[in-house]
Nanobody, 126 residues
Framework: QVQLVQSGGGLVQAGGSLRLSCAAS????????VSWYRQVPWKQREWVAAISSDGGTNYADSVKGRFTISRDNGKKTAYLQMNSLKPEDTAVYYC????????????????????WGQGTQVTVSS
């Protein structure tokens, strides 16, 4: 069974920093692009950043220069370092992977698509 388990987040004052982690568990063979999204109540989920399997990164304009996405393939973990946080960054943050290749004991190599983490709350006070 494949899971994406998020950690980090919490409450921080404006101007502070937080780091989110997204760890894949299970018999993982490969992980494609990892993305971070965020959502506030009554608003559509917003894309924040993405990192491809070869390390290429992209950011939403709202976080460019403040957030850094990275990954450690050996640890099967992706990170979102958030600096210079603003109250408008307050949201539930989700990590997602578009494609995961994993080993099933009965069926061999299998591919799963659009896996999401459980979400983690980030609150930035003014």
């Amino acid at each position: 069974q494949v899971q994406l388990v998020q950690s980090g987040g919490g409450l921080v004052q404006a101007g502070g920093s937080l780091r989110l982690s997204c760890a894949a568990s299970g018999s993982i063979l490969s992980i494609n692009t990892v993305s971070w999204y965020r959502q506030v109540p009554w608003k559509q989920r917003e894309w924040v950043a993405a990192i491809s399997s070869d390390g290429g990164t992209n950011y939403a304009d709202s976080v460019k220069g403040r957030f850094t996405i990275s990954r450690d393939n050996g640890k099967k973990t992706a990170y979102l370092q958030m600096n210079s946080l603003k109250p408008e960054d307050t949201a539930v943050y989700y990590c997602t992977v578009d494609r995961i290749l994993f080993s099933d004991p009965d069926m061999g190599a299998r591919e799963a698509v659009n896996y999401w983490g459980q979400g983690t709350q980030v609150t930035v006070s003014s």
